[in-house]
Nanobody, 115 residues
Framework: QPRLVESGGGLVQAGGSLRLSCAAS????????MGWYRQAPGKQRELVAI??????NYADSVKGRFTISRENAEDTVYLQMNSLKPEDTAVYYC??????????WGQGTLVTVSS
């Protein structure tokens, strides 16, 4: 199965921006879906944004602020996060679904937004 490696998390002030990256490697399986989830302390993991067959969906809480994009040739997905808020603080996980419906998760990258 592919391996997902995330980068780009960190500490930013409210109103600032960060860009997360996630690269898949190590498998010949076609990746049909890529996206981002997040989990804040004491809360369940939730969908942030996802791309599937060219269709993009965002959580209502990030619409207009976050942009997801994918480089298909390199199986890489990005999350551009603008106008960050303290409530965006969470561990962000990259997600992929391959042909054969195999689900893969990254190790997570911490985003902290200070007020």
């Amino acid at each position: 199965q592919p391996r997902l490696v995330e980068s780009g998390g960190g500490l930013v002030q409210a109103g600032g921006s960060l860009r997360l990256s996630c690269a898949a490697s190590g498998s010949s399986f076609r990746i049909n879906v890529m996206g981002w989830y997040r989990q804040a302390p004491g809360k369940q993991r939730e969908l942030v944004a996802i791309i599937s067959s060219g269709t993009i969906n965002y959580a209502d809480s990030v619409k207009g602020r976050f942009t997801i994009s994918r480089e298909n040739a390199e199986d890489t997905v990005y999350l551009q996060m603008n106008s960050l808020k303290p409530e965006d603080t969470a561990v962000y996980y990259c997600y992929a679904e391959t042909e054969y419906l195999l689900e893969v998760w990254g190790q997570g990258t911490l985003v902290t937004v200070s007020s």
